[in-house]
Nanobody, 125 residues
């Protein structure tokens, strides 16, 4: 199994940027596809972005396309989510996730076996 720890959340003004990191430990990081989800108060958890094991395939929620970029560095056992042009509605807890089916980039939470504890992102208007 793999353990995931997110970092990089915080308070940012609308229009600003943040980069989230997800440090993985345990089983070989490149054995997993990685994803980011978010959950705002009173809302369901929603898909943000996903990347396959080698970074050759990515998927994004329509709401973040062109502004967010998911990436990974298998040598550093770390996944990233670069978030630009942040909007107030992006405020949420962001979760890093790992999928044992490393070739796919799933948008479904049920496909991810491992989850981090989350990092809070707050966007002020």
């Amino acid at each position: 199994q793999v353990q995931l720890v997110e970092s990089g959340g915080g308070l940012v003004q609308a229009g600003g940027s943040l980069r989230l990191s997800c440090a993985a430990s345990g089983r070989t990081f490149s054995s997993y596809a990685m994803g980011w989800f978010r959950q705002a108060p009173g809302k369901e958890r929603e898909f943000v972005a996903a990347i396959n094991w080698i970074g050759s395939s990515t998927d994004y929620a329509d709401s973040v396309k062109g502004r967010f970029t998911i990436s990974r560095d298998n040598a550093k056992n770390t996944a990233y989510l670069q978030m630009n042009s942040l909007k107030p509605e992006a405020a949420a807890i962001y979760y890093c996730t790992a999928d044992q089916i490393k070739l796919r980039t799933s948008m479904k939470p049920i496909d991810y076996e491992y989850w981090g504890q989350g990092t809070q992102v707050t966007v002020s208007s």
